[in-house]
């Protein structure tokens, strides 16, 4: 787009963008409430047995049915986002973090600390993810933390070569050249010019690696290496009912299906925010 | 009188694969009397954004020395430079690259004055002042570099330079992007800074009219070396070397 668009056009297009934003930005805040007050809004007791009404399908009273043990699989699916929502949040909030801490205190003073710390990342980025987490798993056992645990160690070189990258092309422009010229100095440099440039790119994969950490977290559990039974999450459930998918397959559509909307609407949420970071859409 | 920069046998030089290393800048030497305008000229790839960039240390020589006010800033780091920048400053060749596309020119215009600690009020209102001088309405502050053109982008850029009040200004091809109109207008202004505060300017520019009228000296510049130097109208008029021949012809 280097055309010149008008600043009308600009301002219709930015408002539509933003109106998105807001949407997602709506669900995604659902689903966070949800998860933070899961226990508050659930009817029935997700962990309270009743094998009387053991696999009954989908009812006024059950709106999902219930599984093997009687157990509201509707209660179940809300407290499992406590874990797979929750546990998502806190891994990517950290990960990110922390990448792009390094990764821009790598490129912005690049020589020793750069290229150990580079290499480290390498490493961590060579363990296939699931090997490694079956790795810890063996190692400090099974469990929801430990699951994270994994997945951080493997994912937060991802956020630090974004980071790094970016500074060092930013470190080469001439803004922060006319910025050094101004006098600032190295904090100055990174607070007020570097990281707000490189947020958007940061944010953008933050949020698309929002989905993929909560696919894998769920994978985890699916293998038995994340949240253990009987501790409602979404991949466990899924896991405990898939050998009833022909013929309760409520068990494991709800929980699957819950997976699927978070999923894509933390992806739509990163691509909305990708265009609304977008200087060029972000006029007058 | 004493000049207020002094270059000698300054180089630069950039490894190649395989090859030899490549001098951008080869020993050069010259030196910027205060209230002086001394113009650097040479075709595209001879060196001169280079020249700046070594003078404000934003990058380091290979070889030689920078003197500002007497004072050795070849070797000085990072803080150290700080109070250097007070009395040197450059306006860039690429206008809108020089300014942070997430911050309005007004917060780039004002940033030297608000890392000395001087009040809000007090720079936006300098920098409202300045930027009406360059030809600029104070409303521009509150614009994104996107926002503007590249011509108004480059009066800010002028604006943000004299911001501090410096000694010495470098112009990188300050007025390239501009209509002669306006060129004319920011070389008045230019000129007039100059007579009132001392300033000296190192001008470097492709078009030898504009050096002929408003410089004081003149360098030629070719792969790196100087080739020339002396009064504008002897080097453009009467060339000696080779080069500042050819160099004349095709413009006149
Ligand atoms: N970082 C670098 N690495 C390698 N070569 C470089 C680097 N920076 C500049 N050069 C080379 O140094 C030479 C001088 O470049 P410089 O930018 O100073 O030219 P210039 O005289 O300003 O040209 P122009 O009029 O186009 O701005 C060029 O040949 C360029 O390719
Ligand atoms: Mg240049």
Redesign the interface.
């Known amino acids: 787009m280097n055309r010149p668009v008008t600043v009308r056009v600009q301002k219709v297009k930015k408002n539509r963008i933003r109106t998105r934003l807001f949407f997602f930005l709506f669900l995604a805040v659902i689903l966070v409430l949800v998860s933070f007050f899961a226990d508050q809004i659930v009817p029935y007791d997700p962990y309270a047995q009743d094998l009387g009404l053991s696999r009954q399908p989908p009812s006024p009273a059950h709106f999902m049915g219930t599984d093997q043990y009687g157990r509201d699989v509707f209660s179940r699916v809300v407290v499992g986002a406590k874990a797979s929502v929750f546990s998502t949040l806190v891994l990517v909030c950290v990960t990110s973090v922390f990448g792009t801490v390094t990764g821009t205190l790598c490129g912005y003073f690049g020589r020793e600390i750069d290229s150990v710390v580079m290499r480290i990342s390498d490493v961590c980025l060579a363990f296939p993810g699931l090997v490694f987490a079956l790795a810890i798993a063996a190692l400090l056992g099974g469990g929801m933390s430990n699951a994270v645990i994994a997945l951080a160690v493997i994912s937060w070189p991802k956020y630090a070569r974004v980071a790094r990258g970016q500074t060092l092309a930013l470190k080469n422009s001439d803004f922060v050249a006319a910025a050094k010229l101004a006098g600032d100095n190295s904090a100055q440099m990174i607070l007020r010019h570097i990281l707000p440039n490189i947020l958007g790119p940061i944010l953008v994969t933050a949020m698309l690696d929002i989905g993929t950490m909560m696919m894998e977290l769920a994978g985890l559990s699916f293998l038995g290496l994340g949240a253990q039974p009987p501790v409602a999450e979404w991949g466990n459930m899924m896991s405990g009912g898939r050998s009833m998918l022909q013929t309760y397959p409520w068990l494991v559509l709800s929980p699957g299906v819950a997976i699927f909307l978070t999923v894509v609407t933390f992806n739509l949420l990163g691509d909305t925010v990708r265009d609304y970071m977008d200087p060029k859409n972000s006029g007058s | 009188m004493d000049p207020v920069l002094k270059v000698t046998d300054l180089s630069k030089s950039f490894s190649r694969a395989g090859k030899k290393d490549f001098f951008a800048v080869d020993h050069v030497s010259f030196a910027l009397m205060s209230g002086e305008i001394l113009g650097i000229v040479g075709e595209s790839g001879s060196g001169k954004s280079t020249i700046a960039?070594l003078i404000?240390r934003?990058i380091d020589a290979t070889g030689g020395k920078i003197e500002i006010e007497g004072q050795d800033i070849t070797g000085l780091k990072?803080?150290e430079?700080?109070p250097v920048?007070?009395k040197?400053?450059?306006v860039?060749?690429?206008p809108k690259?020089?300014?942070?596309?997430?911050?309005t020119l007004g917060d780039?215009i004002c940033?030297?004055l608000r890392?000395?600690g001087v009040p809000k009020a007090e720079r936006e209102a300098k920098a409202r002042a300045l930027l009406e001088q360059c030809g600029l309405p104070g409303e521009f502050l509150e614009r994104?570099p996107?926002?503007v053109s590249g011509g108004q982008c480059q009066r800010a850029?002028i604006a943000?330079a004299l911001m501090?009040d410096p000694k010495i200004l470098i112009l990188d091809e300050a007025t390239s992007s501009l209509d002669v109109t306006v060129q004319k207008q920011i070389m008045e202004l230019l000129q007039e800074l100059q007579q009132k505060k001392e300033l000296a300017y190192l001008f470097i520019c492709h078009n030898l009219a504009l050096v002929q009228q408003f410089c004081d000296r003149v360098i030629v510049l070719w792969d790196g070396k100087i080739v020339e130097q002396g009064l504008p109208d002897d080097v453009i008029l009467r060339p000696k070397s080779e080069y500042a021949k050819r160099l004349v012809e095709a413009v006149f």
């Open positions: 960039k404000t934003l990072g803080r430079m700080i920048y007070g040197v400053q450059m860039f060749q690429t690259g020089s300014f942070d596309p997430r911050r780039g940033e030297s890392n000395q994104y996107h926002q850029a943000r501090c």
